[in-house]
T-cell receptor, first 115, second 117 residues
């Protein structure tokens, strides 16, 4: 069983729809939860970062973490064609020696927002 | 104001050959990471550098894989005697390390797409 499970999609929605993306995980030591967006042939870029359980909102994006269920979500409101990309969840247990963070990623969900 | 750069962007090699992949981190970023992204898979952590030392190399898949870093600058990932299963996109990321923060954002390069024939 993978440490982080994510539905690969593809997910196709009309412009303006609310999108819900989810990941489940098995490692209860994960404390830091991130969502990255990756456009084709590009590196991932950080969208949202949450520590422990709770909600965080940034513009059209809301991240939710439920540690009791080992379940995280990303909601995108008023989706736009420019949101079409692959969305990767990532998690970290904490700080490595020297201060870095080792990230464990889901497989990514491919999203297409249609006009 | 350049981001993380990687070279080459694409590399095609024959099975059994050695390859060297390069990463130039953002200036001033002391932490550097290598990840591998195989088709249909998530990114897999390979190795983490703090300065030129590697406190965590737990993700290197075999002794055919090695990496080094010069100071707080360029890093190279070397794969010896390449195999077809090494075909993947190899991504490098760098970050600042601020002791006041428990998570420091990793900035990713565009990756090197490696194809082993």
């Amino acid at each position: 069983q993978k440490e982080v499970e994510q539905d690969p999609g593809p997910l196709s929605v009309p412009e303006g729809a609310i999108v819900s993306l989810n990941c489940t995980y098995s490692n209860s030591a994960f404390q830091y939860f991130m969502w990255y967006r990756q456009y084709s042939r590009k590196g991932p870029e950080l969208l949202m970062y949450t520590y422990s359980s709770g909600n965080k909102e940034d513009g059209r994006f809301t991240a939710q973490v439920d540690k009791s269920s080992k379940y995280i979500s990303l909601f995108i409101r008023d989706s736009q064609p420019s949101d079409s990309a692959t969305y990767l969840c990532a998690m970290s247990e904490g700080v490595l020696t020297g201060g870095g963070n080792k990230l464990t990623f889901g497989t990514g969900t491919q999203l297409k927002v249609e006009l | 104001g350049a981001g993380v750069s990687q070279s080459p962007s694409n590399k095609v090699t024959e099975k059994g050959k050695d390859v060297e992949l390069r990463c130039d981190p953002i200036s001033g970023h002391t932490a550097l990471y290598w990840y591998r992204q195989r088709l249909g898979q998530g990114l897999e952590f390979l190795i983490y550098f703090q300065g030129n030392s590697a406190p965590d190399k737990s993700g290197l898949p075999s002794d055919r894989f090695s990496a080094e870093r010069t100071g707080e600058s360029v890093s190279t990932l070397t794969i010896q005697r390449t195999q077809q299963e090494d075909s993947a996109v190899y991504l490098c990321a760098s970050s600042l390390v601020l002791v006041s923060k428990l998570y420091n954002e990793q900035f990713f390069g565009p990756g090197t797409r490696l194809t082993v024939l």
